[in-house]
Structures are given as structure tokens and as C-alpha cells.
């Protein structure tokens, strides 16, 4: 079955550092791939996505993400973080021509200001 | 207007109730979802509708009966529930099931005592 990984469960860092979150997925054939962003008390927001082309995204808020097709990867990367970035990352794929919607479970950052 | 509205926001019910979550939007999307979110996990896909006819049930119990009135509506009617379906309901909606983000509303936060 398809399932979707994220390599950390709580992460913490102080403002200004820099992010990497973690997102592995299993399914082998074609994919589309979201990062979503839940803060405190707020509905799901979409970060940024992929469906082709440069492998290297850009979303919202200065958040941007790799696909490297060949690690079954899609992390998530920030240059420094704010204490608003506080926050629940899920990383999530849909496959199988949306077939299969599946999300991560979740990174928790806090970020220490 | 990128918004999914619910309502209600928040529903207390007994496991004798019969109650029903709504959900609209109005960005002219033709695939909309219901999730469910416990307590510090991912949503987990509960339904989805494509062009008000339903594509996929994730196996989930007759207690939960989704209906799609129209291309805008969505609604979760309940009835004869028990206290671990205590949870986050999320709808979302997107383009199409395929190849498209979804967009989240803000949840009911449903309590069966």
C-alpha cells in the first residue's frame, strides 16, 4: 500500500536557523506531491507542490522543495525560520491519477524565538 | 473567494443523535472530500466526490453517510455514533480529483459523548 514518511517527529529550532523536513513516499508510479502547513488553531494551507517539470519548487512564505524522483524524496527546505513558522508540516502525495490521496504524519516545529 | 466554509464549527452529539456536517464552496470545483483528523495525526481520507457522484469510500463505517446535493454542497450526515469518532472533520475541495491541490476548510470539531 502507498504510504507516506516523514523523517521527524517535533522538530525544534531557533529563529533564524535553517530547515530541512524530511518526506519519503512509497508508491512507484506517477505522483504528485504537497506540502501543507496547519498552525496553531488554523485549517490546512497549502505551502507548495509538485506535478512536473523543474524538480525544484517554490511556494509560499519562503518555503521551497526538492523532488529527486530517484530517493523517493520530496523535502522540504526554508534558509532561516521565523517564530511564525511555528507550526504542523504534513507532507502529502496523490497518486494513481488521484486514485490515492495520502497524507504524512506530520513534523511539529517549533521555532524558539 | 479561494474559501471552504463548515458548518458547524463545533457539534456535541449523544450516540443516539442524528446530525449533519456541512460544507460549501464556491470556486467552481468539482471534487470535493471529507477527512477526519484525530488529535496530533494527519487527516485520513474518509470520502471523495467527483462531479457530485461519490469515487471513493475508504472503507468507513455506514454510520457516516456523505451526501453532494450539488456541485458547491457537501454534507456528512451522522447517526448512531460512538465517543472514538470524536475528531476534526475537514472538507476540502479541488479542480478536479486529479492533478489538482485541494483547498481545506476550517473543520467541525465533533465531540460524542
Redesign the interface.
Known amino acids: 500500500a502507498q504510504s507516506v514518511s516523514q523523517h521527524n517527529h517535533h522538530v525544534i529550532l531557533s529563529e533564524a536557523a535553517s530547515l530541512e523536513l524530511g518526506c519519503n513516499y512509497s508508491y512507484g508510479g506517477t505522483v504528485?506531491l504537497?506540502w501543507?502547513v496547519q498552525y496553531p488553531g488554523?485549517?490546512?494551507?497549502?505551502l507548495l507542490?509538485y506535478?512536473s517539470g523543474d524538480p525544484l519548487v517554490k511556494g509560499i512564505k519562503g518555503f521551497e522543495a526538492e523532488f529527486i524522483k530517484s530517493k523517493f524524496s520530496f523535502n522540504l527546505r526554508k534558509p532561516s525560520v521565523q517564530w511564525s513558522d511555528t507550526a504542523e508540516y504534513?507532507c502529502a502525495v496523490?497518486a494513481n491519477?488521484?486514485?490515492n490521496?495520502?497524507?504524512?504524519?506530520?513534523t511539529?516545529l517549533s521555532v524558539l524565538p | 473567494d479561494t474559501e471552504v466554509t463548515q458548518t458547524p464549527k463545533h457539534l456535541v452529539m449523544g450516540m443516539t443523535n442524528k446530525k449533519s456536517l456541512k460544507c460549501e464552496q464556491h470556486m467552481g470545483h468539482r471534487a470535493m472530500y471529507w477527512y477526519k483528523q484525530k488529535a496530533k495525526k494527519p487527516p485520513e481520507l474518509m470520502f471523495v466526490y467527483s462531479y457530485e457522484k461519490l469515487s471513493i469510500n475508504e472503507s468507513v463505517p455506514s454510520r457516516f453517510s456523505p451526501e453532494c446535493p450539488n456541485s458547491s454542497l457537501l454534507n456528512l450526515h451522522l447517526h448512531a455514533l460512538q465517543p472514538e469518532d470524536s475528531a476534526l472533520y475537514l472538507c476540502a475541495s479541488s479542480q478536479q480529483v486529479v492533478d489538482y491541490e485541494q483547498y481545506f476548510g476550517p473543520g467541525t470539531r465533533l465531540t460524542v459523548t
Not at chain 1, 488554523?42 to 497549502?46: A, D, E, G, S, Y
Open positions: 504528485n504537497f501543507y488554523q485549517h490546512l494551507q497549502l507542490k506535478f504534513f496523490n491519477y488521484g486514485q490521496f495520502v497524507f504524512g504524519p506530520g511539529r
